[in-house]
């Protein structure tokens, strides 16, 4: 009984004498405690959905959370379908979604009643860019043998890309208008099925992503003519870029993460440690690398900022080109 006694004096006095705040602020923070659900607003094998179940395998692989980490595809809709369930998701700290630009076009375009600055800022870990595609066995070989090429085909030329009014449909038109040139688009429900699309002589090109085209780039079934952008990428060298051709079209896919409304700060701050570690990881590195993705961590109210201005220019775009 004496020595029972003894330890609780010995536990209280430790405690009154700050030992026990000595522990791991980890080990006082919060954390998951279920397994966390990663919404994708896009269908399986994009860019947007390689992307985030890279993401997961990097926060698996590095023990970064203690619960697992389920990819869920949503693409429904041009991503409203996910838009819809984040919404109803509110106060929810199981729950993150893997964004894409229909994030700021699907409410625009649709009368959803979701309105994106109710969702909670997590963290963007890149930008991504968009490259004019033929197949490897088209003659066509630069952007003036394109633009010759489509002219010709008098509208009947196939562009194939993710659905309408999404990023690739936007780029499309700037392409029409640019060039005065016209395309039959054909939207899918994926850029991975736009990138097979090409492959297979199902479409005569697409704007896809580099992370979406780059196996079969290095397979030698695909060629790419330019980058729409205004700096050339390290993993292609040698593909020129819009700009440097004398056409100054800039136009960037952002890859972000996202939380349901009123998600509790200490959630937020979780995750958006969470996804700054990934970023930081040399794995993550190494891919942004070799996709050809702008790497550029923002969190918190910058980022919230950031989305509310890209909306802006998205509405402005969709206006100019009659979406």
């Known amino acids: 009984m004496r020595n029972w ?18 522990l791991p602020a980890a080990a006082e923070g919060w954390e998951p405690t279920k397994p966390v659900e990663l919404v994708i607003m896009a269908g399986q094998g994009g860019g947007a959905d390689r992307l985030a179940r890279l993401i997961q395998a990097i926060i698996q692989k590095e023990g970064l959370t203690s619960m697992p980490v389920v990819p869920v595809n949503k693409g429904g809709g041009s991503g409203a379908e996910a838009l ?3 919404k109803e998701k509110a ?8 964004t894409l630009n229909s994030y700021y076009t699907t409410p625009l375009r649709s009368d959803l009643g979701v309105d994106i600055k109710d969702f909670t800022p997590i963290a963007r870990l890149a930008e991504d860019t968009f490259i004019i595609w033929v197949n490897a066995e088209s003659p066509i070989q630069t952007l003036d043998d394109y633009v010759a090429a489509v002219k010709e085909a008098g509208g009947t030329w196939i562009m194939a890309g993710t659905g309408t009014g999404q990023e690739d449909s936007l780029v499309t038109a700037m392409l029409e208008k640019e060039f005065g040139i016209d395309f039959t688009y054909v939207p899918m429900d994926g850029g991975g099925d736009v990138a097979t699309a090409l492959v297979g ?16 780039f290095e397979a030698g079934k695909v060629r790419p003519i330019a980058i729409i952008a205004s700096e050339r990428l390290a ?9 440097e051709l004398g056409h100054p079209m800039d136009y960037k896919m952002q890859r972000s993460f996202v939380a349901p409304a009123g998600m509790p700060a200490e959630a937020v701050a979780f995750y ?8 930081e990881s040399e794995e993550w590195q190494t891919y942004a690398k ?14 919230q900022d950031y989305f509310l201005v890209e909306r802006d220019k998205h509405a402005a775009i969709l206006k100019e080109l009659g979406e």
């Open 5 to 22: 006694i003894s330890r609780r004096v010995t536990i209280a006095l430790l405690m009154a004498g700050g030992v026990m705040s000595a």
């Open 84 to 86: 819809l369930y984040l």
């Open 91 to 98: 106060g929810d700290s199981n729950v993150v979604m893997a």
């Open 201 to 216: 002589g199902q479409a005569q090109s697409t704007v896809n992503n580099p992370s979406e085209q780059m196996g079969f």
């Open 235 to 243: 993993s292609l060298p040698d593909v020129p870029t819009m700009a």
């Open 272 to 279: 958006t440690d969470l996804f700054q570690k990934v970023s």
């Open 290 to 303: 070799e996709e050809g993705l702008l790497t550029n961590f923002e969190a918190g109210q910058p980022l």
